[in-house]
T-cell receptor, first 116, second 114 residues
């Protein structure tokens, strides 16, 4: 099925460990995004990529890095995990042009990360 | 600074009733206002969206009302059903060249009881 695929679905890390969350979309979308979702906080943008080869910080970028590997893939890396990074992480994609917003964002099903 | 304020945080409605969720925004440059629906364990999915050149948009039982002068918009779910029980997020963005960074409200957990 077409859409956004995130891996892994669940992960437990120890403080200080590193990991990379993977995201791939097969809709030929130009723009991709990483959000985190915390109870009572809604969805907050971590990083985004307007198009292949570009990345920019969002609202809460500290402690994260991203790589837009190609048009399909956008990864999120935690270099040294902290308990404050315990969250549900969502990757999303969109066409990224004016007409494309009629379809909005397509979200993945999320990665549930716990840092102990 | 929270650019999109959403209320209430939670809402309980009886089956057949009307669910109303409200959002207010601060940035007058915002010109696209979608609503997303999220079921437990799933990612959000686009439900309905509106641009400020119209005051109302209806799709089935879901209606967005938009008040540009008040910088407010709301989601109405008519004849609410148990299957509508989910978390709803309003969002806003400014269209233009490049990507569209959606700013989300904090969400409303809707429970529709039989």
């Amino acid at each position: 099925n077409a859409g956004v695929t995130q891996t892994p679905k669940f992960q437990v890390l120890k403080t200080g460990q590193s990991m990379t969350l993977q995201c791939a979309q097969d809709m030929n979308h130009n723009s991709m995004y990483w959000y985190r979702q915390d109870p009572g906080m809604g969805l907050r943008l971590i990083y985004y990529s307007a198009s292949e080869g570009t990345t920019d910080k969002g609202e809460v970028p500290n402690g994260y890095n991203v790589s837009r590997l190609n048009k399909r893939e956008f990864s999120l890396r935690l270099e040294s995990a902290a308990p404050s990074q315990t969250s549900v992480y969502f990757c999303a994609s969109s066409e990224g042009r004016r007409g494309g917003m009629r379809a909005g964002y397509t979200f993945g099903s999320g990665t549930r990360l716990t840092v102990v | 600074q929270q650019q999109v304020k959403q209320s209430p945080q939670s809402l309980i409605v009886q089956k057949g009733g009307i669910s109303i969720i409200n959002c207010a925004y601060e940035n007058t440059a915002f010109d696209y206002f979608p609503w997303y629906q999220q079921f437990p364990g799933k990612g959000p999915a686009l439900l309905i969206a509106i641009r400020p050149d119209v005051s109302e948009k209806k799709e089935g039982r879901f209606t967005i009302s938009f008040n540009k002068s008040a910088k407010q918009f709301s989601l109405h779910i008519m004849d609410s059903q148990p299957g509508d029980s989910a978390t709803y997020f309003c969002a806003a963005t400014r269209s233009g060249a490049g990507s569209y960074q959606l700013t989300f409200g904090k969400g409303t957990k809707l429970s529709v009881i039989p």
